[in-house]
C-alpha cells in the first residue's frame, strides 16, 4: 500500500489547475454597438400577420439588446407612409425597416436617409434602389411555383384559368406575374381568361372571381398573388359550387389560420409560404450586423432571400409548417 507522503507527491506531480477563463474580446463592443439604438418600422399597414409577425420577431431579437424598436404605422396610406419615412430621418434612427407600397415612392427617401448614416432594411417588397439589405421572398419563383401547380391541374381539362394580381405597381405583383408569365410561356395551351388586379383587398378579389366563374363556368385554376387577398377569391370559387374543380394558388407568410387551416379547409390546393418568422429572424441579424460591423450606410448593399415552403394537404396538418402570431407575440 501507498504511504501518505507518496500519495502527495503524486498529487504534486499531476496536472496543474486548469487556467482562468478567457474574455471573449468581440462580445462586448457588439452589446456597446446595439444598446440605446433605435429601430423604426414602416410597414404599408399593421394589423394583419405579415406586418404584426414581422415586428413582433424584430422586437424579440433585438430588445433583449437594448434596442428599442418603434412602428410607425401609414395604414394603406402611401402618402402617409413617405411622410412617416420623411419624419424618420429627421430623427436619425440607427435603421429603418421599410415595407414598401411600391417599387418608386420612397426609393429617394431611402437612399437620402442611408446618405444621413441610416442603415435601411427593405423587407419583402422592395424599390428601384437597392440599400443596405432586403430579406424577402423570390417573386418570381413564387409566380413560377403556383403557375406550374395550376397548368398541372389543369391537365386534361379546359386549360382555362385566371390571375388574380395584387397592386400593379408593387414588386410583390409585378414580380410574381412575371413568373407566371415564364410558365405560361412554355404552355401555349393554357389559356388566360382573366389577369386583373385586386389591390391586395380581398372584396375586390371575391367580386374579381364571381366575375370570372360566370363568364367561365369550366375555369380550371386561378392563380392568386396573396393568400390574405386569396381569401375572397376562395370564397368566390365555394359560393360557386366549384370548390375541389377550381384550383386555387396563392402566396403567404405562412401563419397558421391563414394558411394552413385553409388549405387544410380546401379553400386554397397550395399557399407557397415565405414563413414570417425566419425573415423576422433574417432582418434583425442583418440589423445586428450591420450595427456591430461599423460599415457606412449603403457601402455595402445585400439580399437575404426566404426559403420558400409550398403548404399543400400533405403537409398542413404538421405543427412544423405554419406559425401562430399569438407565439411570436409571447
Known sequence: MLGGAALAAMAAAG???AQQGLDEPFQAPFKAALAGK???YVPVAMNFDLTEGWFAGVKKELEPYGVKVIVRDPNWSTSAGAQAVTTLISEKPAAIIVHNPDVQTYAKLMQRAENEGIYVIQINMGSVYRSSAFVGANWIEIGERDAEAVVKACEGKSNKIAIVQGALSAAASAYTLKGVENVLA????IKVVSSQAADWDAAKAKAITQTVLKQNPDLCGIVGFWDGMDIGTAA????????GKVFVATSGGGERRGACELVKSGAFDLDVSYDVPTQAADMA???KWLLSSGVKAGSTKGSIYTTLIPITKDNAALDTTCWNLSDLKK
Open 236 to 243: 368566390a370559387v365555394k359560393e360557386a359550387g366549384l370548390a
Open 38 to 40: 433605435t429601430v423604426a
Open 186 to 189: 412554355k404552355h401555349p395551351e
Open 15 to 17: 496536472p496543474a489547475m
Open 285 to 287: 441579424a442583418m440589423i
